[in-house]
């Protein structure tokens, strides 16, 4: 997928130089490869919340195993004394 583009611009080429009859064709893939780049840009903006969200929760988990490790310890000093 991330060669879409290129591969557009390419088979743009090849319709340049036909006939009238291949004009729309010369004239839509350029809107292709402008859609193509969006969901391109689309995908990369989704995985990079996808890596800061999972990152967020590692973060979140780590911290709430520390409060839940500091409160045992603390509840377990006092059934000690």
């Given at each position: 997928?991330?060669?879409?583009?290129?591969?557009l611009d390419q088979l743009a080429k090849t319709?340049?130089?036909?006939?009238?009859?291949?004009?729309?064709?010369?004239?839509?893939?350029?809107?292709?490869?402008?859609?193509?780049?969006?969901?391109?840009?689309?995908?990369?903006?989704?995985?990079?919340?996808?890596?800061?969200?999972?990152?967020?929760?590692?973060?979140?988990?780590?911290h709430w195993a520390n409060c839940w490790s500091?409160?045992?310890?603390?509840?377990?000093?006092?059934?000690?004394?």
């Amino acid at each position: 997928m991330g060669n879409l583009p290129i591969l557009l611009d390419q088979l743009a080429k090849t319709f340049a130089n036909e006939t009238a009859d291949a004009a729309h064709v010369d004239e839509d893939i350029p809107e292709l490869k402008k859609s193509a780049e969006g969901v391109l840009t689309l995908y990369k903006d989704l995985a990079r919340s996808c890596r800061a969200h999972r990152s967020a929760i590692l973060k979140f988990r780590t911290h709430w195993a520390n409060c839940w490790s500091i409160s045992l310890r603390t509840s377990l000093r006092r059934v000690r004394v």
